[in-house]
């Protein structure tokens, strides 16, 4: 029984000090009118992936390192997605100017995952993104977990530990 | 002893349903926000001119700001405070000064948004309102007022909003500026009909309405006339009868956009139509002409293959709050004219940027996006991305009104011209290509060709009857090699190779990332090709930056290149300066 204790102890610590240092919930996911790639009207509540974690990343089409980042992510992704069931969402904030060109450009590149527009930046306010790229996980809830400023080669491997991670707390 | 274990453990229970559930209570609003603050110091160089006095003894900019949102439900509140302490180089001096331009309360109930405060805003594509931000260039132009989003049935957004725009640091007193007025629908008929709900082409529909009130200035100008006379003893004289006219201003300046959408299997079709009433103002030297814009675009795609194709003719869409507004910075802009060119993300194919030309412009844009699939002949393992992109902006036809009066004269209909005629002048063009392959799991490539055209004459100085063209080719080769999974080295070659201008540039920058933290760059821009031997000058630059989360602090020494900074087809000029910049930025 002490033994039993003292496991179950120990491991509300462990959950405790872990989901505080790693994984906490740092806001809701706002709710924000903007556009999916078609055009057509989405809001960003339904940023969702059937309980399971989601990377959603901010960038544009002049943006060098997020061209980069999702280049990276893409000859990945479909492994991330077998592994974790992960779904990732790219909002561009590309305004009028560049915005009809993102889905040519999306399929041109052959990137697979979801995009979305942000044409006026309503979306980058709500979530606080000063620049792109800007990258957040979040759970399975809606809530975002986890925030990550600029790209640098090979941090994409850090996005899948947070994801694993994520699953593991629940 | 096991009985006090056991009531322990059922203490424990007990307790942690209670800790979260009040934290349930407590995560019911949240305060999230960002902050970034950029320091500059400033040396004195006497390679670019620069001395203590040049810098008017402002040997420190800073810029920064810090938002603020409170979240709870349906309810949101935000400020942004701001401090240009002095502004840093290039920034307009109106804006020195702390304060909080711009905060606000939202609340959504239903199929009801409401904002009260400042927000920003976009009808359509922006071409007769767009409210919006973009703090490297120091502009804003949020509105100042009320904004309502309305959706009464699933697939009809109506928006309505009044207000005034932000000017630099001066609050909108009785009179000192005007009044915007906006209404806006968006109409998505496959959801609104359920007979169109499972077609495969959608189409959706859009109007927007915007006037302005402006209790107007009483303005006058003259008009000069010569006339020779010849006296009895046969002397002539030459005489200037000078008329001064009081102009005809309107109160209400109104302008309409209509707008459709059609997407179908891998096609979409944009267009938009905007048209603008009776508005001298200072941008388009008071002329009682009426304007208007044409957007459109058409793209298609499939997995592997983007094609998009874009056109627009701009005639007279300058549209502001204050008629006697004009200049750098852009303020007080209520309607937005996309530029048609590509921004370009490498820095010697900036050295030349473009951006639209309100008083009248045609812009024709078409890319090309093609990747080679994986494991053939020619895309290798991993596949090779092509890209081509074409652009050009010219002028538009201008006719005079009449013999005797010149195109463009204060106080007249200022010009005729036919819907869609383009101009001889070229403002700019743009050609290039770009090749992206990754050879193995270490070495990524991207290759880049750039033949752009500028017309220095047009695009800097708004002169428009005798052009300077500059024609650069420039080249790029970006290479990133990965020594291990947190390590990689990329480096960029660049060249920029004109006659005209400023010559001859070459650049080579090489960046260590350490993955997910830290990065270190090294950066020479020469300009070796400067007719004047005194200005070739090396804008070298050393940086260093740390990111740890949403955090991230950089510090940069070196010189900066005079230039246009562009974002979004809007530019601001940067002037030459040597120091070091320290950059703060955090999310939380």
Known sequence: ?170 | MKKIILINLLLILAIIPVFTFSQDILSGGKVTGNVQIDGQFYSEDSKLGISDSSLNYKKFGMNGFANFIYTNGDFSAGMRAEGFLNPMLGFDPRYEGYGVPYWFAKYKTGSLEMTAGHFYEQFGSGLVLRSWEEWTLGYDNNIYGFNVHFSPIKGVMLKGLVGTQRYFWEPYENSNRGIVRGFDGDFYLNDMFESLAESKTKIDLGGSFVSRYEKVPNLTFSRDSAYIQINELGDTSEWIQRTTYQYDLPYNVGSWAARANIASGGFNFYLEYAQKGNDPNATNNYIYKKGSAVYSTLSYSTKGLGLFLATKWIDNMSYKSKLTESGNPPMLDINYLPAITKEQPYSMATVYPYATKQNGEFGVQAQVAYNIPKNSAVGGKYGTNLTFNYSLAKSIQKDPISADIPVDSSGTEGYKTNFFSIGDLTYYQDFNVMAEKKFNSKVKAKLAYFNQTYNKNVIEDDIFDEEEMVHANIGVLDLTYKFDAKNSLRMELQGLFTKEDKGDWAALMLEYNVSPSWFFSVQDEFNYGNPVSTDQIHYYNFSLGYNEGSNRISLRYGRQREGLLCVGGVCRYVPASTGLTITLTSSF
């Open chain 1, 1 to 170: 029984m002490k033994k039993l204790f003292l496991a179950a102890f120990s491991l509300l610590i462990f959950t405790t000090a872990f989901s505080q240092s790693e994984i906490k919930t740092l806001f809701n996911l706002p709710s924000v009118d903007i556009k999916n790639v078609k055009g057509e009207p989405f809001n960003t509540k339904n940023i969702t992936n059937n309980g399971k974690p989601v990377i959603i990343t901010f960038w544009a089409t002049w943006c060098k390192p997020c061209m980069k980042e999702h280049d990276a992510i893409s000859d990945i992704y479909d492994d991330w997605i077998k592994e974790t069931g992960v779904k990732m969402y790219a909002v561009s904030i590309d305004n009028s100017r560049s915005s009809k060109s993102v889905q040519p450009l999306v399929n041109g590149k052959g990137w697979e995952f979801d995009v979305l527009l942000d044409e006026n930046g309503e979306f980058k306010r709500a979530m606080n993104v000063n620049v792109p790229p800007h990258t957040f996980i979040v759970n399975g809830k809606g809530e975002v977990v986890w925030q990550h400023v600029g790209y640098l080669e090979g941090d994409e491997a850090e996005y899948i530990e947070i994801v694993k991670k994520v699953l593991k707390a629940k």
